[in-house]
């Protein structure tokens, strides 16, 4: 059993790895948050992963929300484990996991990063198809690396380049409060009135009227999946978005 939340494929990517070798079902949170479905159970000899991206050295919103909700019963040994899909670092987003588990008596028998292209296009450009898949090659030893240890169901903190809990939720989460807030986006005339970021948003943020996205919610998760996802990149986010270009991750489908 893995939970995974992916807006552009990252996260769904390693996700779909270790099931290979773990078995067992992949949960999209998207689709728990939006049916409510928060309650699961675990048979003897299940591993339990939860793959996610990082956000501003911490969780997604949708993220945190749907850890505070799930109820998880697993019997006693039970492997669990966490991966953070990160551009820069996964900040603290390690111990904002485990602190939403501890308090339903749940704790991660190993913890690891991976190192992906970094989707915050607001400040890092992902123009060069290259460089691109570059990143994508190098994060491969990353996840053979965590599928190895999963798979041989080792223990430890094997995450790299975290940065301190107390800094991530002092500094880093007011930042992301902020970030989300949906005035941000902008609609070019180029769209054409597909629907795609509607359908595809995780929390229901962005409706069509009179052909158009509109935001009716002031603060979304952020996972920029609207944008990303546009056939036309007709969705921007500040200044900085058109010249850094889109991405998807190559090897899965979201």
Not at 48 to 70: M, N, Q, R, S
Not at 83 to 103: C, I
Not at 169 to 185: G, L, N, W
Request: aromatic share 12%; with cysteine; proline share 5%.
């Amino acid at each position: 059993m893995i939970f995974y939340f992916s807006a552009t494929g990252n996260s769904k990517y390693v996700a779909e790895r270790l099931l290979k070798v773990t078995g067992g079902e992949m949960i999209s949170i998207s689709t728990c948050m939006k049916t409510g479905h928060s309650a699961f159970m675990a048979v003897h000899g299940e591993s339990v992963g939860v793959v996610l991206p990082v956000y501003f050295w911490g969780l997604p919103d949708i993220a945190e929300k749907f850890l505070k909700k799930l109820k998880l019963t697993v019997p006693q040994g039970t492997y669990l484990y966490f991966v953070a899909t990160y551009g820069t670092t996964p900040g603290a987003s390690g111990a904002f996991a485990a602190r939403l588990l501890g308090a339903k008596g749940l704790s991660f028998s190993a913890c690891f990063s991976v190192k992906m292209p970094d989707t915050w296009t607001p400040l890092f450009d992902l123009s060069n198809p290259d460089k691109v898949a570059a990143q994508n090659a190098a994060a491969e030893e990353q996840v053979s690396f965590a599928i190895e240890k999963v798979s041989k169901r080792m223990t430890g903190d094997f995450m790299q380049k975290k940065a301190p809990y107390l800094i991530a939720k002092v500094f880093a989460r007011p930042a992301y409060e902020f970030a989300r807030q949906t005035f941000h986006f902008t609609v070019t005339a180029d769209c054409v009135s597909c629907g795609l970021c509607a359908e595809k948003c995780p929390v229901q943020a962005i409706e069509l009227r009179d052909r158009k996205p509109v935001w009716v919610k002031k603060k979304c998760t952020l996972c920029l999946g609207c944008l990303h996802r546009c056939p036309k990149f007709a969705i921007q986010y500040g200044s900085h978005t058109e010249k850094h270009g889109q991405y998807q991750n190559p090897y899965t489908k979201v």
